[in-house]
C-alpha cells in the first residue's frame, strides 16, 4: 500500500504546489499543505513539485490474515415470513459446489421468528449447518438489529466466504455486514471461483460491461459477494435431509432498532420477467410506442411477458421493472425473442443464459446473433406479423 509524505521544510510557495495537482488532492491547513482523499497517487507533485517535497513510499506493510482461523462458505437465507427467495438455493448450490473444492463445510444463516420448522427445509440442499436466530424482535427485516446478528454469526463461526442473494433486502444488509467486519464486499457477481489458497476470485462486469473485473479480498476475511437471481443453477432439491440446525441466540440488547416499522401494506402481486418462462424483447428497432402492442400480442400468444431494453425505458415506453441488462434484471427464460435489439454487451450480460435465444435484427452483423441460438436477418415489422398470424391459425385448429 502506497502513500505520500509532504516534507513542508522543502516547500517555498504552498500554492505552487498545490496548484500542481489536477485533482484538487492537496490543500492548505494551519500554514501546511496536507494531503485529502481525492489523491489518485498519479505522482505529478513529486515529478513536477520543489525537489523532494513530495516522497511517494510502498513501505506500508498489508496485514496478514490467519486463514486457517476461517473456514466454510456462508449462505445468507433471504425470506418473508418464513418464504425462502430462490437465490438461497441458487447460492447454497454454488456454496457447495465451491466448497468441495477446498473441503469446506456449507453454512446457513436464517434470521427471523417464527421460523424454527421452516429452517429444516434447507437441509434438502447440501447444508451442512443452519444457524437460526428465531426471536420475534426478528420478524421484519431491520438494518440494525439484522446487522447485529451477522456480526454474531461471523464472529462465532468464522466463515471464510459469505454469499448474499441481490435482492432488495440483501443490497442493504451485504455493505452494511461488510463494513461492520472491515472487509471487502464485491457486488453483482455474475461467476465465483474458489482457489485452492481459498481466496475467492469475485468476476463482474465493469465499466458498463466492456471488462470483466477479477476481485479477490486475499488479506481479509470474510470474503463477501452478493449475486443477482437466476445468475447460478439451483441444486435438485433431495427427498432426503442431510445436516443439522444450530439454534442461536442473541442478547436482547443488540436487536434495538432506531426505525420504527408504522404498517406494511401488502403490495398486488405481480409477474415479474425474471420469473417467465418466455420474454418477448423490445429493442431500438422498435419505431413507435404503439408498435409494441404488437409485440405485446406476440408475447400473449406465446403465454409470456414483453420486456425491453435500456433505450426504451429511457424513452418512457416501458417501465424499469421490464428492463433487462446490468441495470434492469437478470432473466433465464426458456425462450426469448428479442426483436430490433442490437445486443450490447449490457443487454446481454442480463439474459445470455436464456435456454433458447432467437434473435429478430435487420443487420446482418448486429452482436446479437453471435449470443442468439436461432437469428432471423430481416426487418421485424415483415417477420413479427408473419409469427402472430402462424401462432393464431395455431391456435385456432387448437380451438
Same mark, same amino acid.
Given at each position: ?30 500554514? &501546511? ?6 489523491? &489518485? ?212 440488547? &443488540? ?31 422498435? &419505431? ?112
Amino acid at each position: 500500500m502506497a502513500r505520500l509524505i509532504v516534507h513542508q521544510d522543502k516547500i517555498k510557495n504552498n500554492q505552487d504546489l498545490i496548484s500542481i495537482c489536477p485533482f484538487g488532492a492537496m490543500e492548505e491547513k494551519d500554514g &501546511k499543505v496536507v494531503i485529502n482523499a481525492a489523491c &489518485k497517487m498519479c505522482r505529478l507533485c513529486v515529478k513536477k513539485g520543489p525537489k523532494g517535497a513530495m516522497e511517494y513510499v510502498e513501505d506500508m506493510k498489508e496485514e496478514q490474515i490467519d486463514k486457517d482461523a476461517w473456514k466454510g462458505i456462508a449462505v445468507y437465507v433471504d425470506h418473508v415470513d418464513g418464504v425462502i427467495h430462490p437465490v438461497t438455493f441458487e447460492l447454497l448450490g454454488k456454496a457447495r459446489e465451491m466448497a468441495d473444492k477446498v473441503g469446506y463445510p456449507v453454512y446457513a444463516i436464517f434470521m427471523g421468528s417464527n421460523i424454527q420448522k421452516k429452517s429444516r427445509e434447507l437441509l434438502h440442499y447440501g447444508v451442512d449447518k443452519v444457524y437460526v436466530y428465531d426471536k420475534p424482535e426478528l420478524a421484519r427485516f431491520q438494518i440494525e438489529p439484522y446487522t447485529a446478528v451477522f456480526e454474531n454469526f461471523i464472529k462465532k463461526v468464522k466463515p471464510s466466504s459469505i454469499l448474499v442473494g441481490a435482492t432488495t433486502v440483501g443490497r442493504q444488509l451485504a455493505p452494511r455486514v461488510a463494513a461492520r467486519m472491515h472487509t471487502g464486499l464485491t457486488a453483482d457477481c455474475t461467476v465465483l471461483q474458489m482457489n485452492e489458497s481459498t481466496d475467492l476470485s469475485q468476476i463482474r462486469p465493469a465499466f458498463g460491461g466492456n471488462i470483466m473485473a477479477h476481485i479477490k479480498t486475499p488479506n481479509h476475511r470474510p470474503q463477501m459477494s452478493t449475486v443477482r437471481y437466476k445468475i447460478m443453477n439451483a441444486p435438485v432439491r433431495k427427498e432426503e435431509e442431510s445436516g443439522e440446525i444450530v439454534k442461536e441466540e442473541i442478547p436482547d440488547d &443488540k436487536l434495538i432498532s432506531h426505525v420504527k416499522v408504522l404498517d406494511i401494506i401488502p403490495k398486488e402481486k405481480e409477474q415479474f420477467i425474471e420469473n417467465s418462462d418466455i420474454l418477448v424483447a423490445a429493442g431500438r428497432g422498435v &419505431k413507435k410506442k404503439e408498435d409494441l402492442k404488437m409485440l405485446e400480442h406476440l408475447a400473449e400468444l406465446l403465454g409470456g411477458q414483453l420486456a425491453c431494453t435500456r433505450p426504451m425505458m429511457e424513452n418512457g415506453w416501458m417501465d424499469a421493472k421490464y428492463q433487462i441488462g446490468l441495470s434492469g434484471r437478470t432473466v433465464r427464460p426458456k425462450l426469448i425473442i428479442t426483436c430490433g435489439v442490437s445486443g450490447s454487451v449490457q443487454f446481454v450480460a442480463g439474459m445470455n443464459h436464456s435456454e433458447n435465444i432467437f434473435a429478430i435484427n435487420k443487420d446482418p452483423k448486429a452482436p446479437i446473433f453471435k449470443t442468439a441460438h436461432y437469428c432471423l436477418v430481416g426487418d421485424l415489422y415483415d417477420i413479427v406479423p408473419q409469427l402472430i398470424k402462424k401462432l393464431e391459425q395455431k391456435k385456432g385448429v387448437q380451438a
